[in-house]
């Protein structure tokens, strides 16, 4: 019922920045949290960013000063500002939402494509 769609990913040296992008489409009755998770090949999926609907950000300890997530509640996007990039930074970047639709009488999770981000001189 809800789509979310990534965009931004690409090649960028050590120290560069990027900024990735989650469009959600579909009618959304109520957004609890979106979030940014990353996952490497024969790796288990680790959260990087989530955003509570009002409440404070979390990130893991690892991007903690350098990445930055963020919501535009009127366009359904959230984003996530990426800068000092390491090659250990290097994943698939994949957006999350926990939410609910018109349809559904309790909230779930959706996941976006993912989009890579490499890092790399």
């Known amino acids: 019922q809800v789509q979310l769609v990534e965009s931004g990913g690409g090649l960028v040296q050590p120290g560069g920045s990027l900024r990735l992008s989650c469009a959600a489409s579909?009618?959304?009755?109520?957004?609890?949290?979106m979030g940014w998770y990353r996952q490497v090949p024969g790796k288990a999926r680790e959260l990087v960013a989530v955003l509570p609907s009002g409440g404070t950000a979390n990130y893991a300890d690892s991007v903690k000063g350098r990445f930055t997530i963020s919501r535009d509640n009127a366009k359904n996007m959230v984003y996530l500002q990426m800068s000092s990039l390491q090659p250990e930074d290097t994943a698939v970047y994949y957006c999350n939402g926990v939410l609910r639709t018109i349809v559904e009488s309790t909230p779930r999770e959706y996941w976006g494509q993912g989009t890579q981000v490499t890092v790399s001189s």
């Open positions: 579909g009618i959304i009755y109520r957004i609890y949290a």
